[in-house]
C-alpha cells in the first residue's frame, strides 16, 4: 500500500514539474503562456534561482533580451526618452553652394525696393527682383502642426570698388522661402574701404538666423533668394556666395560659400488604444 502512494505522490510531482501554464489560452507553447493584456504592480526580477530573488534592475534601467536560450539583462541606454508635450528634432538638412549669385554685379542697377514683409512671392517683381541660390534648395515633409522650423543661412558677400581709394557700397538683401514664399529676410550692406592695398576688394559674412512655428502638414520646398537694392557705383563688381571676377585670387567660391541648415522639431504626442 505505501508503494502505491508513493508512485501516485511522485507521478503527481512529475506533473507538476513538467505542466505548462496558460492564461487566456487551452494551449500554452511555454511554462507560462499569457494571451492578453498583463498589468504589473510591482518590481519585475529577473535571473533569480530558487534560493535567491532575481535582479529588479536600477531607476531607469531598461530590460534586454540576449537571444534565444539566455535570460534578459537589465541594460542603461544612452538615449534620451522624449515625454508627451517636448519637442523632438526630427530632421536635420545641411546643404551647400559654390556657386552663388554673380548676376548682381557691374552694369546691373538695383531694384530699387527698400522693404519686404512676410508672405511676398517670390516671382512678385513689385516685391523685388529676387536671384536664387540653386544649391540651397531643399524639400521636406511636416507630419504633425506643432512644429519649430529653424532656419542658419551664412554667405560671403564681396565688393570691388572700380578705384581703389574711393569708397563704395551696395545695399543688399537676403531671404528664406517657403514654397516660394518669404518666411524670413534681413537687409545689409557691404562697402569698400580706401586702402589700395586691398584694391578695393571687400569681404563680408552674411547671416540670417530666423525660427519659423506650426508650419502645415505636409511636403514643403525651402529656397534661399537675395536682390540687389541699390549701389553708390553701378561699376562697382559684387557677388554673394563666391568671389568677385577680379578678385586676382585673394578669395575663392571655397571660402565665400553659401551654407544652409534646417532643423525640423516636432511635438511629441502619443496615441491611446
Known amino acids: 500500500m505505501k508503494k502505491i502512494i508513493y508512485c501516485c505522490a511522485a507521478g503527481l510531482l512529475s ?54 536560450g539566455l535570460p ?35 552694369g546691373t542697377a538695383g531694384d530699387g525696393v527698400y522693404k519686404n514683409s512676410v508672405g511676398d512671392n517670390i516671382t512678385d517683381a513689385a516685391k523685388g527682383t529676387w536671384k536664387k541660390i540653386d544649391g540651397l534648395k531643399n524639400t521636406f515633409t511636416i507630419k504633425n502642426g506643432k512644429n519649430r522650423l529653424t532656419y542658419q543661412f551664412q554667405t ?5 570698388a572700380p578705384t581703389s581709394t574711393t569708397i563704395e557700397s551696395v545695399r543688399f538683401t537676403c531671404g528664406v522661402f517657403r514654397n516660394g514664399t518669404l518666411v524670413a529676410v534681413r537687409p545689409d550692406r557691404i562697402a569698400s574701404n580706401n586702402n589700395s592695398g586691398k584694391n578695393g576688394l571687400q569681404d563680408y559674412i552674411f547671416t540670417l538666423n530666423y525660427t519659423e512655428q506650426n508650419v502645415p502638414v505636409g511636403a514643403h520646398t525651402i529656397e534661399i533668394a537675395c536682390r540687389k537694392i541699390d549701389t553708390s557705383n553701378s561699376t562697382s563688381q559684387f557677388a554673394i556666395g563666391r568671389n568677385v571676377q577680379a578678385s586676382n585670387g585673394a578669395s575663392s567660391a571655397f571660402t565665400l560659400e553659401s551654407t544652409m541648415k534646417m532643423d525640423v522639431i516636432e511635438y511629441v504626442s502619443y496615441k491611446t488604444n
Open 156 to 160: 560671403g558677400i564681396e565688393i570691388k
Open 15 to 68: 506533473l507538476c514539474a513538467n505542466a505548462q501554464v496558460g492564461i487566456g489560452t487551452a494551449k500554452p507553447k511555454s511554462v507560462l503562456d499569457v494571451n492578453g493584456k498583463t498589468t504589473l504592480r510591482k518590481e519585475l526580477r529577473v535571473g533569480g534561482t530558487s534560493t535567491q530573488a532575481g535582479n529588479a534592475g536600477l531607476n531607469g534601467q531598461v530590460l534586454v533580451s540576449q537571444g534565444e
Open 72 to 106: 534578459p539583462v537589465w541594460k542603461s541606454l544612452n538615449i534620451s526618452f522624449m515625454e508627451e508635450g517636448q519637442y523632438k528634432l526630427i530632421n536635420s538638412y545641411l546643404s551647400s553652394d559654390q556657386a552663388g549669385i554673380i548676376s548682381l554685379t557691374d
